[in-house]
T-cell receptor, first 111, second 119 residues
């Protein structure tokens, strides 16, 4: 079993829709949860960063962590074509940067 | 914001030659840099972690003699793919951090990546 599972998609939705991206993980010791966005042929850029459980909101983006279910989500409201990218979740147990990466979900927002 | 510059963005070389990729932190001192490899439609695979002034720590299965990493200063790390072969063709990405994984910090800044094609 992989430590982090993420559906690679692609996920295609119309512009303006609410997007839900998810990852599940297997080890309850993970404490740090991150979402990165990666455009084609570019490096990943950090979108959201959450420590422990709960929700975090930043503009149109909301990150949610449910440690009891070992489930993390990223919601995008009012999705735009410019949101089309691959979204990677990454988790870590502690501060030594040993990130465990999800496979990435390719998101396509249709105009 | 923190910026990491990675060069070259794309390189094509002949089998058997060596290729050097540079990763520079432009506006901060990076105590730690990371090198990843990414295959098409797959996630990032950590290759090695380098700290300024010390030897890199390689992940299991990564050949340290093939992938030479040098972190000579707080702003520069290099990855040299020695005697490259077609199976080394991949997307190589570096990332840099100022220090510990602090809550609220922009914990890792990534370069734009380097696409290596070995003919």
């Amino acid at each position: 079993q992989k430590e982090v599972e993420q559906d690679p998609g692609p996920l295609s939705v119309p512009e303006g829709a609410i997007v839900s991206l998810n990852c599940t993980y297997s080890n309850s010791a993970f404490q740090y949860f991150m979402w990165y966005r990666q455009y084609s042929r570019k490096g990943p850029e950090l979108l959201m960063y959450t420590y422990s459980s709960g929700n975090k909101e930043d503009g149109r983006f909301t990150a949610q962590v449910d440690k009891s279910s070992k489930y993390i989500s990223l919601f995008i409201r009012d999705s735009q074509p410019s949101d089309s990218a691959t979204y990677l979740c990454a988790i870590a147990k502690d501060s030594n940067y040993q990130l465990i990466w999800g496979a990435g979900t390719k998101l396509i927002i249709k105009p | 914001g923190a910026v990491v510059s990675q060069h070259p963005s794309r390189v094509i070389c002949k089998s058997g030659t060596s290729v050097k990729i540079e990763c520079r932190s432009l506006d901060f001192q990076a105590t730690t840099m990371f090198w990843y490899r990414q295959f098409p439609k797959q996630s990032l695979m950590l290759m090695a972690t380098s700290n300024e002034g010390s030897k890199a720590t390689y992940e299991q299965g990564v050949e340290k003699d093939k992938f030479l990493i040098n972190h000579a200063s707080l702003t520069l790390s290099t990855l040299t793919v020695t005697s490259a072969h077609p199976e080394d063709s991949s997307f190589y990405i570096c990332s840099a951090s100022r220090g510990g994984l602090r809550f609220g910090a922009n914990v890792l800044t990534f370069g734009a990546g380097s696409r290596l094609t070995v003919l």
